[in-house]
């Protein structure tokens, strides 16, 4: 009977230690539960986190102005380059043809308009030898009225001959018939030099223009040189030499070394964050490597509104979703102890409240 006690003591004992424990796991998940609940209603972290968030960094699209093909490419995948470092040279033959077009038609331009200025030069010489040569005449017109006047009234008093009469008359006519010529030649000398100046600025405006033609074939030859426009890592590559690039092709993108990180908050969470707040960004892709960061600016729209495709909540099926609004946020490091960086990455953030 004493061994059977014993046991049965044995047993009582360890149903009970097993049902405190239960009682106690019990309380424990009651307890987890209700805080759980509670956390629903308020919040008690003392940050503001998401996961969805990315690193970002500005992209620059290096466009071809110029068609032609590929004759050197100079840069590799992956490759940093300075800003106006070559990437490219396509064949240039057919553009230094139409500079070459282009200077000739200048030289012609340039050189109507000096024979112009010449003829303008010698039309002024003209105008002012007929000048003269009227006012000649008018001084042998007032000296031949004088001695016709004197004749006439000499013949009247048969001082003088009727022969010698009449080549003063004859004179006199003369005299005014050189003198009209003199003055249609003056005339239509004015006219040609008035012509001649019409002329010469629209000489000069072709001038003018036929130097605007080679400075733009001359523009359009060094687009044949494809340089970088700034700092930065070449992205892929994806030409060859001997391949045709066409005006406004996409030929390489460089990505800057300055990044970020947006992050999408919910709309819920956004009137908690503040611009200069402290941020920890974990990176996914390092073993979850944390950086330091601050909130610099928000967008104006949610994610939604910049979609290329916006949703329409006006057909009648509508669900309320919670929306995410864009958040920038800087790394406080340094650029160099951000290179193994890269953008496109995943992060998670958190920020203090």
């Known amino acids: 009977m004493s061994e059977e006690t014993a046991n049965n003591e ?3 004992n360890t149903e009970k230690k097993r049902n405190t424990i ?21 919040d008690f972290s003392r940050y503001e986190t998401t996961n969805n968030a990315q690193v970002d960094a500005y992209m620059n699209y290096i466009a071809a102005r110029a068609t032609g093909h590929i004759t050197t490419i100079k840069f590799e995948a992956n490759q940093f380059v300075h800003q106006g470092d ?36 010698t039309s002024g010489s003209n105008q002012a030898a007929t000048q003269a040569k009227l006012e000649g005449d008018l001084a042998d017109l007032e000296k031949a009225q004088k001695d016709y006047e ?48 019409t002329n ?20 359009q030859l060094s687009y044949t040189i494809i340089k970088a426009p700034i700092d930065g890592f070449v992205g892929e ?10 005006t406004n092709q996409v030929v390489a993108s460089i990505v800057l070394k300055q990044k970020w990180v947006t992050a999408n908050f919910k709309e819920t969470q956004v009137e908690r964050i503040k611009q200069g707040q402290e941020v920890t960004i974990t990176i996914d892709a390092l073993d979850d490597k944390e950086f330091k960061g601050k909130v610099v600016g928000f967008s104006p729209a949610t994610g939604a509104k910049f ?8 057909t009648g099926n509508f669900v309320k979703i919670t929306q995410r609004i864009p958040v ?19 992060v998670t953030v958190e920020v203090k409240k």
């Open 10 to 12: 044995a047993i009582q």
């Open 22 to 42: 239960l009682t106690i796991l019990s309380f424990i998940f009651l307890l987890a539960g209700g805080l759980w609940i509670l956390s629903l209603f308020f």
């Open 86 to 121: 070559t990437l490219l040279i396509l064949n240039d033959e057919e553009y230094r043809i139409k500079v070459k077009q282009a200077e000739a038609d200048l030289a012609i331009a340039e050189g109507n308009l000096h024979s112009l200025q010449q003829t303008i030069i």
């Open 150 to 197: 004197r004749f006439k009234n000499m013949y009247a008093d048969s001082a003088v001959t009727r022969n010698q009469y009449d080549q003063v008359v004859s004179k006199l006519q003369s005299t005014k018939a050189y003198l009209k010529a003199g003055k249609n030649e003056l005339l239509a000398s004015s006219s040609v030099a008035k012509q001649s100046l």
């Open 200 to 219: 010469l600025e629209a000489a000069r405006a072709t001038v003018t223009r036929k130097q605007a033609d080679l400075d733009a074939a001359k523009l």
């Open 237 to 246: 590559r994806n030409l060859s030499v001997g391949d045709l690039v066409s």
């Open 307 to 314: 979609s290329m495709v916006e949703p329409d909540n006006s």
């Open 328 to 346: 920038k946020i800087v790394f406080e490091a340094s650029a160099e102890a951000l290179e193994e960086v890269k953008p496109g990455m995943n």
